[in-house]
């Protein structure tokens, strides 16, 4: 796994208040603060720092972060940095004040690797990255095999498609179907499932 101190990372939070903010907000910005002051010392990269309203999947696509950490939830931000990872996974990592159950639960099934809830502390910093990165990959593997079982299956549908064309026009056995279809592969120098796809192309225009 890659040390988790050379990841690239992307805060989203309250910065500096504005002038005549309310409390509510002063302590956002402090809390921001003690945030980032704890990855820095902690060795961790900052790339940027940026604040909910940003132009945040633009942002993101720019700077393209190993990992995304979004301080103080706010449902915006937090969806649009669920779009901006979409096509290009990545952990993302929620420190949240609300611990409403039913928020966490759909911030995780939108693809957040870690919700903490239970404050910030700058002694777990280190700890939660190295989980959320640790289960991103596990989340990854998981997808990537879910997404090979899936395309073998469409593969294997497509090939029996075929072999059954095969075994109606020449009024073959299966098996010699799969053998016809077989050496068509290989005079062809296809895969198999692509020279099915082609014969169930040509059919169904001949239909």
């Not at 309203?53 to 939830?73: C, F, K, N, S, T």
């Not at 002694?123 to 990255?129: E, I, N, Q, S």
């Not at 395309?151 to 294997?156: D, P, T, W, Y």
Request: contains cysteine; proline residues 3%.
């Amino acid at each position: 796994m890659t040390d988790s101190k050379l990841l690239r990372i992307v805060v989203v939070n309250s910065l500096v208040p504005t002038d005549g903010a309310d409390a509510a907000a002063i302590e956002r910005a402090e809390r921001a603060r003690t945030l980032r002051i704890s990855l820095l010392e902690a060795g961790y990269n900052i790339l940027a720092a940026l604040p909910p309203d940003a132009r945040l999947q633009e942002q993101i696509a720019h700077l393209q972060p190993d990992v995304i950490i979004v301080d103080a939830q706010s449902d915006a931000a937090l969806k649009e940095v669920v779009s901006a990872t979409t096509n290009a996974p990545r952990p993302i990592i929620c420190f949240s004040e609300d611990g409403d159950r039913d928020r966490m639960h759909a911030a995780l099934e939108a693809g957040v690797s870690a919700y903490v809830a239970a404050g910030l502390s700058a002694d777990w910093v280190k700890a939660v990255l190295d989980v959320a990165v640790a289960r991103f990959e596990v989340d990854r593997k998981l997808r990537d095999e879910l997404s090979e079982t899936r395309m073998k299956l469409a593969e294997r549908k497509v090939i029996e498609r075929a072999k059954g064309l095969l075994m109606e026009r020449h009024r073959c056995s299966e098996d010699d179907a799969y053998r016809k279809l077989r050496r068509l592969a290989m005079d062809k120098n296809l895969k198999l499932s692509d020279v099915a796809q082609r014969m169930i192309d040509v059919a169904d225009l001949l239909i």
